[in-house]
């Protein structure tokens, strides 16, 4: 991770929007965590090589703990009212994922226009989907054969939150 990069996380255990940042800093901070090589086999797919996504619908959450920066929220506006969610947390962060995981969601329902939250989970990735229903998603499907990786097929599981749902389950 580089100093610039580093500058992108607060002293606690947060998650912030990347807004701020220059577009250059905080593609490399995206690219170097999607990138990094515990991550990068994780969430590569035959189609879409991991790595930073300039377009207008994608921005970024940075996540930070121990006063850097431990992983970044992907968040993609389908509209207005549903959100999509994708994490990526540097391996020294798994103990902080869950805090990280619902202040991102809080993070996300402050807009008021944001009625749901949803994520798409590969078949191959048990701890990724335990991760998202440990942090209040709910399985909604799966869709079979829905993404190429290595050559082969998998399913995704599929998965979200109302803002009903976490507004219960946060009173």
């Not at 999607?34 to 035959?46: G, N």
């Not at 499907?141 to 290595?150: I, Q, T, V």
């Amino acid at each position: 991770m580089t100093a610039e990069a580093t500058k992108l996380c607060a002293t606690d255990c947060s998650v912030h929007s990347l807004d701020g940042h220059s577009g250059a800093t905080v593609r490399a901070a995206v690219d170097a965590l999607f990138k990094h090589p515990r991550i990068a086999p994780l969430i590569a797919h035959d189609h879409r090589a991991p790595g930073f996504i300039l377009h207008p619908a994608v921005r970024y959450l940075g996540a930070a703990a121990e006063g850097r920066l431990a992983g970044v929220f992907m968040l993609i506006e389908g509209s207005p009212l549903d959100i999509e969610i994708h994490a990526a947390l540097m391996p020294w962060a798994v103990r902080y994922s869950r805090a990280l995981g619902r202040a991102c969601l809080a993070e996300v329902f402050r807009d008021p226009e944001v009625m749901r939250v949803s994520t798409q989970v590969m078949a191959d990735l048990p701890s990724a989907l335990n991760y998202c229903l440990k942090v209040g998603l709910r399985r909604e499907g799966f869709k079979p054969d829905a993404c190429a990786k290595g050559g082969r097929l998998v399913g995704l599981h599929l998965l979200g939150l109302t803002r009903e749902q976490w507004m219960a389950k946060e009173s």
